[in-house]
C-alpha cells in the first residue's frame, strides 16, 4: 500500500509530502461527465459499484496518495427521514426545514447507518478492493447539516440558523445532539466498512462567533473525532478566527483553506496536529507557470518538521483541466523531495 498519507498522519517522515485533493472525484473528469449523461448525483452514489469507479477515475489518471468515497452529505438526513432535493449548482434543498421541537419530533432517529447509509460502507469496501491507497470517509459536521436542515436551501449566511442561535439555544442543543448522534453513528459504520481515516467538512463553521462555536459545536465535534478508532481530519473555510477552537478538538490533522498561510495556522495549532492545504483551487485554473509557483509558496509555508499533507483550500473547480491535476501531483512529490 501506498502509506506516505498514513505515515504522516501517524506522525512518521514519509519519502515526499502526500498529496491528494477534496473533489478529486467527480465533475471536473471525463469519465464521471460521462457517467452523469445516464445518472443523477444520488444514483451514483448510491450504486457502490458506479461510486467506487467514480472514486477510483482520478487515481488512474494520476499519483494521489489517497482516495476519498464518492457520496453526498446529505445521506445522513435522509437516513433520518428528511426529504432532500438535490440542485444542480444549487446544494441540497429540504421542503421542510426543521425550526422547532416540533419539527425535531418527525425525525426518524436514532440513524440506522447500515441498514440506510450502507451503500457508503459497500462503497469503502469496494474500493479497498480496488486500490492500493488508503480511503478516506468522511462526513458533514452537525452544524454543516444543521445549516441545511433549518435553512431549507443555501443561503448566504444561512440566517434562519443564526437567527435560532439567539432566540431558541435550546432547540439548537437539541437539533446538534439529534445530529451529532448521528454523525457518530454514520462515521463509525465507515469505519467498521474500512476506512483508513476519517475527514470532517464544516463547511460553514465560518458563520459563527468564537462564543457561539465554542458553545454550539466544539462539543459535539469533540465527541465525533474520539468516537472512531482511525485517524480524523477535521475541515473549515472562512473560520480563520476560530483556530485556537479548533486546534484544540482532537483532530489528528487540520485542513485549512487557502486564506491564511500555513506557518501562521501552525503558531496557532502547535507541533502537535498535522496541517492540511492550502493552495487556492483557482490557482489549477491559471498557467502551469503560475500553478508551479502557487504550489512551491505553500509548500515554503511547511515549518520545517511539521506534518503536511498538500490539498485545496477547497474542492476541485468544475472547469480545472485534469492536466493541471497531473501537474500539481507530480511538483508536490518532485518538489518535495529536492
Excluded at 479497498?128 to 449566511?157: K, M, N, W
Aim: one cysteine or more; aromatic letters at 6%; charged letters at 25%.
Amino acid at each position: 500500500m501506498n502509506r506516505r498519507f498514513l505515515d504522516v498522519l501517524s506522525g512518521e517522515e514519509p519519502d515526499a509530502t502526500p498529496i491528494w485533493l477534496m473533489r478529486q472525484a467527480g465533475r471536473y473528469l471525463p469519465g464521471y461527465r460521462k457517467l452523469r449523461e445516464t445518472h443523477d448525483i444520488l444514483e451514483l452514489a448510491k450504486d457502490p459499484d458506479l461510486a467506487a469507479q467514480v472514486a477510483e477515475e482520478p487515481l488512474t489518471l494520476f499519483d494521489l496518495d489517497a482516495a476519498i468515497v464518492f457520496a453526498d452529505i446529505i445521506h445522513p438526513l435522509e437516513g433520518l427521514g428528511v426529504e432532500v432535493r438535490l440542485d444542480a449548482g444549487q446544494g441540497p434543498r429540504i421542503e421542510n426545514p426543521v425550526r422547532g421541537l416540533t419539527d425535531l419530533a418527525r425525525l426518524r432517529t436514532p440513524l440506522d447507518a447500515e441498514g440506510q447509509t450502507g451503500f457508503v460502507g459497500q462503497t469503502i469496501r469496494r474500493l479497498r478492493e480496488r486500490t492500493d491507497r488508503p480511503v478516506i470517509g468522511f462526513s458533514a459536521s452537525p452544524f454543516t447539516l444543521a445549516c441545511y436542515l433549518v435553512q431549507g436551501r443555501h443561503e448566504r449566511d444561512f440566517p434562519a440558523m443564526r437567527r435560532l442561535l439567539s432566540s431558541d439555544p435550546e432547540f439548537v442543543r437539541q437539533l446538534m445532539m439529534v445530529l451529532s448522534a448521528a454523525t457518530i453513528e454514520y462515521v463509525q459504520m465507515q469505519e467498521r466498512a474500512g476506512a483508513h481515516a476519517i475527514q470532517i467538512f464544516d463547511t460553514w463553521a465560518g458563520i459563527l462567533s468564537a462564543d457561539q462555536y465554542a458553545t454550539h459545536v466544539s462539543p459535539y465535534l469533540g465527541e465525533i473525532l474520539t468516537s472512531v478508532d482511525v485517524p480524523t481530519i477535521y475541515f473549515s473555510t472562512g473560520s480563520s478566527h476560530l483556530l485556537p477552537l479548533e486546534s484544540s478538538l482532537g483532530a489528528t490533522a487540520l485542513s485549512v483553506d487557502w486564506r491564511v498561510p500555513l506557518d501562521e495556522v501552525h503558531r496557532v495549532t502547535g507541533d502537535g496536529t498535522v496541517l492540511q492545504g492550502n493552495l487556492d483551487p483557482a490557482a489549477l485554473l491559471g498557467t502551469p507557470e503560475s500553478l508551479e509557483s502557487a504550489a512551491r509558496e505553500v509548500l515554503s509555508r511547511v515549518p520545517s518538521g511539521a506534518g503536511h499533507i498538500f490539498n485545496l483550500g477547497h474542492g476541485v473547480l468544475p472547469e480545472t483541466d485534469p492536466q493541471q491535476v497531473k501537474r500539481l501531483v507530480d511538483l508536490v512529490h518532485a518538489a518535495s523531495r529536492e
